[in-house]
């Protein structure tokens, strides 16, 4: 699972940690059953929409004052993994991270989830297939063999059992009626959609929350419709006490009687909400904003913010360079990072071409190299692009070289044949020096020359100390 992804799931759940708080809070108990029901859909689609949105940029100004809004992206400069290979193949614990387990945990819950969906649709396919059904209008009535089952519906199709049959003829046409309405109104649309929403958030109670409170609007809206055609309540609170049972198992069916009850009950009695009460939902754009803000900081950087959502796509070309201005450098001079980047004011701009310049070069002439083999293994540097309006591209790059770091210790694990002193005699890096990422690999490369290693099966994991400015070498091998 890319980092990407999980700050999108978690700027989504607080997105939707914010709508169900304010529709507990605020909306639960209002008779505005038709906007309840718009306020929740809107909530779960704005959770999944939201931290997709840029902030405008005066926003971005406000939550991150040191970041100008013509940042793009961040380069790290320290790309290890990019250039020495592990030994995943033969040895898992070298590689093992926290991202692999949220990967094998997250996504067998996507497909459990969604295997309980599937389920349940074959389950009801079966139910209407496999029982009598007559045509009941634009749908059909299914009747089923339990006795026990209460009535429920699915789309156009109301299920009932014998038991149903002994109501009286009154008693049983609100009861059809009320299944309707489900049907007529398409309720059952609006759970398939939190229902698929609910496969990504399996670990999210809130989407469930949501989904569970968009069931009991559905029931609200089905009952005050009945009442209204008929305009009898107390009949019809009659009718549900009748019928009161325990809801189905299955989240995708609306069952006539469930454990709310005496809440549908007191919503039929209450009178409709005042126009004060309806001003409530004046506040839904504030909390939005709220929400939006909230899934911006929790982003992955405040580039994003910013307004460059799509910092991992191609950027088209943008013109020429402008100004290039270097910002935080000691040990290198501007002139030698500029011969290091090898652009000029006046080249063709685009982030492909500024990648390239920034990315690792066999040669070591690169700028993290330049850095990275003396030491400064904590170097980074970030550039910011802020087109102009005459359309060049300035570039400010701004360096954090950090301490140098020493070696503190080197270790060889893996070897069960060869000594481990005949192996450190092979590595050009002693305690005591200077990190470099050239001796780095140079070490590999003898490893790999020395015969006595698989030469794609050579891992080597550096683990810094920031704080003591050390790094502890660990060489992985695997003897041939």
């Known amino acids: 699972m890319s980092s990407a992804w999980v700050l999108y799931l978690a700027a989504a759940t607080a997105c939707q940690a914010v709508a169900a708080l304010f529709y507990w809070l605020v909306l639960a108990r209002l008779s505005t059953f038709g906007w309840n029901r718009a306020y929740l859909l809107s909530a779960l689609v704005a959770s999944l929409a939201l931290p997709l949105v840029a902030l405008p940029a005066a926003w971005a100004q406000l939550m991150w004052p040191a970041t100008t809004a013509g940042a793009a992206w961040t380069v790290p400069a320290l790309r290890l993994s990019l250039t020495i290979p592990t030994t995943a193949a033969t040895n898992p614990a070298a590689t093992f991270s926290w991202q692999l387990l949220a990967l094998a945990v997250y996504w067998p819950g996507v497909v459990w989830r969604l295997g309980r969906t599937v389920r349940s649709l074959g389950w009801l396919y079966l139910l209407s297939r496999r029982n009598p059904r007559t045509r009941l209008g634009q749908g059909w009535l299914v009747q089923l063999p339990g006795l026990s089952r209460p009535a429920f519906s699915f789309g156009k199709h109301v299920f009932l059992s014998p038991v149903h049959a002994q109501l009286s003829p009154s008693e049983y046409a609100l009861l059809v009626q009320h299944e309707q309405v489900h049907g007529a109104q398409y309720h059952s649309l609006d759970l398939l959609l939190a229902e698929a929403i609910g496969w990504f958030f399996w670990f999210n109670g809130l989407v469930f929350y949501l989904r569970r409170e968009l069931r009991v609007v559905h029931e609200y809206l089905a009952d005050a419709a009945v009442t209204h055609s008929t305009g009898s309540r107390a009949a019809y609170g009659h009718l549900l006490l009748k019928l009161a049972a325990a809801p189905l198992r299955a989240s995708l069916v609306h069952p006539f009687s469930t454990k709310q009850v005496a809440l549908r009950i007191r919503m ?82 685009s982030k492909e071409v500024l990648d390239a310049k920034l990315s690792y070069r066999p040669d070591n002439t690169d700028i993290g190299s330049r850095y990275l083999d003396q030491g400064y293994l904590f170097f980074q540097i970030d550039p910011v692009a802020k087109t102009q309006p005459d359309g060049t591209t300035d570039l400010t ?12 210790t080197v270790t060889v694990s893996g070897n069960h044949k060869v000594a481990t002193d005949d192996i450190l005699k092979l590595i050009p890096l002693h305690k005591g020096e200077l990190f470099s990422r050239a001796k780095l690999m140079q070490s590999q490369r003898a490893l790999a020359e020395s015969g006595l290693f698989g030469p794609t099966q050579i891992g080597i994991n550096p683990r810094p100390n920031p704080g003591a400015g050390l790094v502890n070498i660990e060489y992985v091998v695997v003897e041939r």
């Open 397 to 408: 790059f701004v360096i954090h070289e950090g301490p140098t770091a020493r070696i503190n």
């Open 268 to 349: 039929l009695t209450n009178p409709p909400s005042s126009l004060m009460k309806k001003l409530r939902f004046l506040f839904v754009l504030p909390v939005a904003a709220l929400a939006w803000v909230g899934a911006a900081a929790l982003g992955p950087t405040p580039a994003v913010a910013a307004g460059s959502l799509a910092a991992a796509k191609p950027v088209a070309a943008q013109g020429r360079i402008g100004k290039i201005t270097w910002q935080g450098n000691t040990f290198l001079t501007t002139a030698q990072l500029s011969r290091a980047l090898g652009l000029q004011p006046g080249d063709p701009y």
